[in-house]
């Protein structure tokens, strides 16, 4: 038997973290089980919003658990019930494997296409940290950002503005932008306010309670003192927008210049904490929901302002419809 000291520590965003002493569990399935059930019933954040009965999870789950049972077959029941919660933001490593929740995405159409997008880019296309930028020939700027795990400085977002400054409207693609560090898309979403704006409001656990939350703290976008954008933008979204990608979105879409298009982002609006378990295995989970500006949550993804579906006779004509139609918008604003 061993103490679980739990440190929990969030990804991004965060100005403080703490520990938390728990009970002591055993060094064996049923006690790495009990460990983990346990975790998630005093942290995680989305048990009332998604309407989950977590106590029923317990029994359905306790049952396949034995003290003889091997690290591959705990691994597979501790996996199956962290699948319950279907969030993309719950993640369970051991060394052996990563479980995990992708039918956020899965279940839906991909709307990209890789080859299309080279095509679009060229082969002169610019790069600065993790943006891809180009212009296409109807004066529109092209900008496309695959990952907030890519970084990207402010002297990086002062060279792409300043070549497209020219465009007389820019796109903005974040498909496939699973997210990252929540700084970029902050730093890049800076670019395009003059305004200080609401843009949504964050809760933090303070008990071991479902519903056990602060306050909700207002979240704003704060313009940059650098170069900022003053034309019209298109942000083109798929599912995999998510994470830090749909934080993006959320702040972007408040902005009156800009218009999404494309398909409901991916979601992920939990900002995650990790933890471990007595056999080493860490945990990442969704500890402090982030609201938007009306207060509601974005968990699930949001919606475009319009609608737009990548078209087979499209793909196979070499044509990108979402880009088609955001170049459209743009140009009928000229």
Known sequence: MRSLLRTLCLSVLLLFAGCVDTETYGDDPVGNFEALWTIMDEHYCFFDYKQIDWDAVYAKYRQQVSDDMDNEALFEVLGNMLGELKDGHVNLYASHDQARYWSWYEDYPRNYNE????????????????????????????????????????????EVLNHLNVCSGLIIDVRQNGGGTLTYATRLAQRFTNDKVLTGYILYKKGAGHSDFSDPEAVYLEPSERIRWQKPVVVLTNRRSFSATNSFVNQMRYLPHVTIMGDQTGG??????????????????SASPMLDADMQHTEFGIAPDVYVSLSDADVADGKDTIIEAARALLSAGD
């Open 268 to 285: 992920g609006s939990g900002l995650p904490f990790n933890s471990e378990l007595p056999n080493g295995w860490l945990i990442r989970f």
């Open 115 to 158: 080859e299309l997008i080279e095509k679009y880019l060229g082969t002169d296309y610019r790069i600065a940290g993790g943006i891809k930028y180009t212009t296409f020939q109807d004066n529109i700027g092209y900008i496309s950002y695959t990952s907030f795990s890519n970084g990207m400085s402010e002297s990086n977002l002062d």
